[in-house]
């Protein structure tokens, strides 16, 4: 889930694009992660053999521009906010069990149902059947005691049992998704061989929680190379279980960033998710999550939706048309501190600028809809309350905003761009329905239109 995974985003001269979104729920709970003594950072120098693997049937399916990868990882039940983390990036949605939520279908996500193990064997196999889903995901870290936690062999049995039967019914199922444990590779090979060409898996799914975007992408390539089918990153978070240093939220969101976009430009990696759309994160580092206490979305979420500038876009519009000029200060302390009244701040000085430069363009490029004296007032109040440090590091040289022969083509062309982006497709909407009702509608409202200002012209003139 991430960006890159998962909306619009506003662009604003001098600032930098950032990001936000949302997150929902499921009624199946997966059972917490082991906490483990290996080190993943050394996945990336071990190799493997595929010789006991299915054959090959495809190398890649899905885009590479990495529309719709993201995938939501969701196990929260049913939340009326899901529809928050639905975006043109977030296509799927699984939630470690056979059921989705109860607004997924209506929302527009694709649900993936899961064998998570024994403990949803009988409801998988009453419940997966013939239409009820496209794809469908086998177990959870069979190679951990504290998940499903099966031996090959067995797994085996299980696959046969229920998954292989389920592509006759027009499913795409997908392997056991074992965790970064070098022995995952090990369990997947020794799992094919018991299997003995009876297990068709259309992808692999894999689980990765380390530190390194490196070694996170040597790990996604390597199950690549060795089945060489499409790749299912099912759960991902930046998590050391080692006990080393696990990283700031810049660090992570840096991290997200990186390995993101890399699985977009990826033809086999056909979806990643997030682990992190959740409030309880068990044992995982709790700046991964992708929501807040109240069930808000995250900074981190922010970053992976890239809508963190159109909402605070949105709300200094809002305060500007509510005729509220102290709450633009409240604003800016709102969005750099824990708490209102602290006197420090939990964000970077960059960040800190960018954010209040966000503010202020937005106020300035306001001020034709709410007039000038709401925009005095309002900046005003956010120079008052900005930090010393920020009002020393943003922008004090003028641009030049004046048309001149120079730039005026330039100008119009943007402008008309902007318009269209905005007005064309409500305009191509009432264009369509009016025209359905009667197809001379839109040009008789016109007409009625002209010669009504001519008729008031004429008598005026009179």
Same mark, same amino acid.
């Given at each position: 889930m991430s960006e890159t995974v998962f909306g619009v985003t506003t662009r604003l001269q001098s600032v930098n694009e950032v990001s936000m979104?949302? @997150?929902?729920?499921?009624?199946?709970?997966?059972?917490?992660?082991?906490?483990?003594?290996?080190?993943?950072?050394?996945?990336?120098?071990?190799?493997?053999?595929?010789?006991?693997?299915?054959?090959?049937?495809?190398?890649?399916?899905?885009?590479?521009?990495?529309?719709?990868?993201?995938?939501?990882?969701?196990?929260?039940?049913?939340?009326?906010?899901?529809? *928050?983390?639905?975006? *043109?990036?977030?296509?799927?949605? #699984?939630?470690?069990? =056979?059921?989705?939520?109860?607004?997924?279908?209506?929302?527009?996500?694709?649900?993936?149902?899961?064998?998570?193990? #024994?403990?949803?064997?009988?409801? +998988?196999?009453?419940?997966? @059947?013939?239409?009820?889903?496209?794809?469908?995901? +086998?177990?959870?870290?069979?190679?951990?005691?504290?998940?499903?936690?099966?031996?090959?062999?067995?797994?085996?049995?299980?696959?046969?049992? #229920?998954? =292989?039967?389920?592509?006759?019914?027009?499913?795409?199922?997908?392997?056991?998704?074992?965790?970064?444990?070098?022995?995952?590779?090990?369990?997947?090979?020794?799992?094919?061989?018991?299997?003995?060409?009876?297990?068709?898996?259309?992808?692999?799914?894999?689980?990765?929680?380390?530190?390194?975007?490196?070694?996170?992408?040597?790990?996604?390539?390597?199950?690549?190379?060795? +089945?060489?089918?499409?790749?299912? @990153?099912? =759960?991902?978070? #930046?998590?050391?279980?080692?006990?080393?240093?696990?990283? *700031?939220?810049?660090?992570?969101?840096?991290?997200?960033? =990186?390995?993101?976009?890399?699985?977009?430009?990826? *033809?086999?990696?056909?979806?990643?998710?997030?682990?992190?759309?959740?409030?309880?994160?068990?044992n995982v580092n709790p700046l991964n999550t992708l929501m807040n206490p109240d069930g808000s979305p995250s900074d981190l979420d922010a970053k992976s939706r890239k809508a963190e500038t159109g909402w605070l876009v949105l709300a200094a519009c809002t305060l500007l048309t509510a005729n509220r000029p102290p709450c633009f200060g409240h604003l800016y302390r709102y969005v750099t501190r824990p708490e209102f009244n602290a006197s420090f701040r939990n964000v970077s000085l960059e960040a800190a600028v960018n954010r209040a430069a966000i503010i202020r363009e937005t106020a300035l490029k306001s001020t034709i809809f709410v007039g000038v004296p709401r925009v005095i007032l309002s900046l005003a109040a956010l120079h008052d309350t900005l930090d010393e440090d920020v009002k020393a590091s943003l922008r004090k040289k003028t641009t030049q905003r004046l048309a001149t022969p120079e730039n005026i083509e330039a100008t119009v062309t943007r402008g008309k761009a902007l318009w269209d982006s905005i007005y064309a497709p409500h305009a191509d909407k009432l264009h369509g329905k009016l025209g359905a009702y009667h197809p001379d509608f839109i040009a008789f409202i016109i007409q009625a239109y002209v010669q009504k200002t001519k008729i008031k012209e004429i008598s005026a003139a009179h």
């Open positions: 979104a949302n @997150v929902a729920n499921t009624d199946y709970t997966p059972a917490p992660i082991t906490t483990s003594t290996w080190s993943d950072s050394s996945s990336s120098t071990w190799s493997s053999t595929s010789s006991s693997a299915p054959a090959a049937t495809s190398s890649a399916s899905s885009s590479s521009s990495g529309s719709g990868k993201g995938c939501l990882a969701w196990p929260n039940g049913d939340q009326s906010y899901l529809g *928050d983390y639905k975006t *043109d990036k977030t296509s799927l949605i #699984y939630t470690w069990g =056979e059921t989705a939520p109860s607004n997924a279908a209506s929302l527009g996500f694709t649900f993936a149902p899961q064998l998570w193990g #024994y403990s949803n064997e009988n409801a +998988f196999a009453s419940t997966v @059947v013939a239409g009820y889903a496209k794809y469908a995901l +086998f177990l959870n870290e069979p190679n951990e005691v504290g998940q499903s936690n099966i031996d090959a062999t067995t797994a085996a049995g299980l696959w046969k049992q #229920y998954m =292989e039967p389920l592509k006759a019914l027009g499913y795409q199922v997908g392997s056991a998704a074992t965790s970064s444990n070098p022995n995952g590779m090990t369990w997947t090979q020794d799992f094919f061989t018991a299997c003995n060409g009876g297990c068709n898996p259309d992808f692999v799914a894999v689980h990765w929680y380390d530190i390194s975007a490196d070694g996170f992408m040597a790990y996604v390539e390597q199950w690549h190379t060795a +089945f060489n089918l499409p790749i299912w @990153v099912t =759960e991902f978070a #930046y998590q050391d279980f080692n006990g080393n240093d696990q990283g *700031d939220l810049a660090t992570i969101q840096s991290f997200m960033g =990186e390995v993101t976009a890399w699985m977009d430009q990826q *033809d086999y990696v056909q979806y990643y998710c997030w682990f992190g759309a959740m409030l309880d994160m068990q």
